[in-house]
């Protein structure tokens, strides 16, 4: 199985703050990476799809990069509706394995 | 606008049974590979099954296989999930997620609201 760690698990920041998370494959994944923001209490909103594609309707604030096996989410200017969990995805091989999750925090 | 629906949780006593629902509108379900993703409490997302359109691909984690099932009617543009032989670990919130369709990618592009299992006697 190919096994997804982020990095930080937390993290604090305030509003107008660039933020920066990071995700590593086990093993190469080409551009086969997902990132998903999670608010309490609601389902997951696709955020970047195929590494560094922005989902329609999500802010341009938001963007993703990386290839093989390194990858990140960078919010350039942190709005208060940003704090919330981040998951990175990997679907390069079946058993599509998530992140355990950044929680971003004022 | 995408609406998916799920229904069926509950409580149920370990090795019982259960089947969830989920009631898709808003798109042309049978152009969709569909999933199920699962969420323990407090906890990360678990990616649990995958069915394409017309039933010709199904995949499972190794944690369900052999006790979920997932089926799909696309007459009644539904999903479904199976569970049998439910053990404590089962216990989660079950969303009902629709593939975005981006060539060979599998992407969750829209979310139902969960469905809460709990597994307990």
């Known amino acids: 199985d190919i096994q997804m760690t982020q990095s930080p698990s937390s993290l604090s920041a305030s509003v107008g703050d660039r933020v920066t998370i990071t995700c590593r494959a086990s093993?190469?994944?080409?551009?086969?990476l997902n990132w998903y923001q999670q608010k309490p209490g609601k389902a997951p909103n696709l955020l970047i799809y195929?590494?560094?594609t922005l989902q329609s309707g999500v802010p341009s604030r938001f963007s993703g990069s990386g290839s093989g096996t390194d990858f990140t989410l960078t919010i350039s200017s942190l709005q208060p509706e940003d704090f919330a969990t981040y998951y990175c995805?990997?679907?390069?091989?079946?058993?599509?394995?998530f992140g355990q999750g950044t929680k971003l925090e004022i | 606008e995408v609406q998916l629906v799920e229904s069926g949780g509950g409580l149920v006593q370990p090795g019982r049974s259960l089947r969830l629902s989920c009631a898709a509108s808003?798109?042309?379900?049978?152009?969709?590979?569909m999933h199920w993703v699962r969420q323990a409490p407090g906890k990360g997302l678990e990616w649990v099954s995958r069915?394409?359109?017309?039933?010709?691909?199904?995949t499972y984690a190794d944690s369900v296989k052999g006790r979920f099932t997932i089926s799909r009617d696309n007459a009644k543009s539904s999903l479904y999930l199976q569970m049998n032989s439910l053990r404590a670990e089962d216990t989660a919130l079950y969303y009902c997620?629709?593939?975005?369709?981006?060539?060979?990618?599998?992407?969750?592009?829209?979310w139902g609201q969960g469905a809460l299992v709990t597994v307990s006697s």
């Open positions: 997620a629709k593939d975005r369709g981006y060539s060979n990618h599998i992407i969750f592009g829209s």
């Open positions: 808003g798109f042309t379900f049978d152009d969709y590979t």
């Open positions: 069915i394409t359109w017309n039933s010709g691909t199904i």
């Open positions: 093993q190469s994944i080409s551009n086969y």
């Open positions: 195929a590494a560094s």
């Open positions: 995805q990997q679907s390069y091989s079946t058993l599509y394995t």
